[in-house]
């Protein structure tokens, strides 16, 4: 029996690319082009995206988006946990007054701040699909 829990999380993406590239070749993934075309056609996505761009500058585009979402992602991921530290830290008291454990505040605090991304969620998803958008169609125009 082979053990799974010894592996790294190389293993583990390569796993995943394997499971979806298996399952595009059987055709359980029909539905992506459909995906694809949706967020090319998105009004920003036309506005950003002019049909005279050439494959040197999808390839940029790319290449920007590889170099760059690391550290984007590394800085959002700090900010918030400032962001979780600082509200853990205010409700801290009350919780102590409460006679609460601390993971209980750290739970609703996490939970607050997931509502709060829901609730707010027109600020940040139309920014997350123009990107991803983007970077579809120059997908599209580097590979063809």
Not at 56 to 73: K, Q, R
Not at 75 to 102: D, K
């Amino acid at each position: 029996m082979y053990i799974f829990s010894g592996w790294r999380w190389t293993h583990w993406i390569l796993l995943a690319a394997g499971v979806v590239y298996l399952a595009s070749y059987f055709g359980l993934m029909s539905h992506a082009e459909e995906t694809i075309n949706w967020l090319i056609s998105r009004p920003g996505i036309r506005d950003a995206i002019r049909p005279s761009l050439d494959r040197e500058d999808a390839l940029f585009v790319l290449l920007s988006f590889l170099v760059l979402t690391v550290p984007a992602i590394f800085i959002a991921v700090v900010l918030l946990g400032f962001v979780f530290a600082v509200l853990t830290g205010t409700v801290a008291p009350v919780g102590r007054m409460l006679g609460l454990p601390e993971w209980i505040l750290q739970i609703l605090v996490g939970a607050v701040l997931l509502i709060a991304a829901y609730v707010r969620i027109d600020l940040w998803l139309p920014w997350i699909l123009w990107a991803v958008g983007l970077v579809t169609s120059a997908w599209v125009i580097a590979s063809s």
